[in-house]
């Protein structure tokens, strides 16, 4: 059995499979449903084994586990995986926010003290 991975270990992982297009392609074909790697090969021009390996890259970072049904073996996204990335990505997007609401009130204070209207930079006024 192998070690379960640091979250930021497995956030790297994670990005790591998801650099490749062709990993990324699976991910979303997977969203739709299970597939075994016969099915998911198929639109591809490279061999079984080459998604099988790709297929690998997506389970050793969480994405993408299998099960046996009879005598099939599909691959099952792990969606939990994306919560992990989410909250990631949420972080720094807030922190982007609340620079820009920062800056915002900065330029409102410098054309206030300036005696200029201040326009919202997130809304388009109509030049005509």
């Not at 090969?41 to 490279?46: L, N």
């Not at 049904?69 to 949420?90: N, S, Y």
């Not at 972080?91 to 609401?101: G, L, M, N, P, W």
Request: one cysteine or more; proline letters at 5%.
């Amino acid at each position: 059995m192998t070690a379960v991975p640091e979250p930021d270990e497995r956030l790297s992982l994670v990005f790591s499979a998801l650099a490749d297009p062709t990993r990324r392609d699976i991910v979303a074909r997977l969203a739709s449903g299970d597939a075994t790697v016969n099915e998911l090969a198929e639109p591809y021009d490279v061999s079984v084994q080459a998604v099988s390996k790709h297929i690998r890259v997506l389970q050793d970072a969480g994405l993408v586990s299998r099960s046996r049904d009879a005598q099939r073996r599909p691959c099952h996204l792990e969606a939990e995986v994306f919560d992990l990335m989410t909250k990631w990505i949420e972080r720094y997007r807030r922190a982007a926010e609340d620079r820009f609401r920062r800056l915002d009130a900065v330029l409102e204070r410098m054309a206030a003290r300036d005696g200029e209207p201040v326009a919202d930079p997130r809304t388009k006024e109509d030049a005509s």
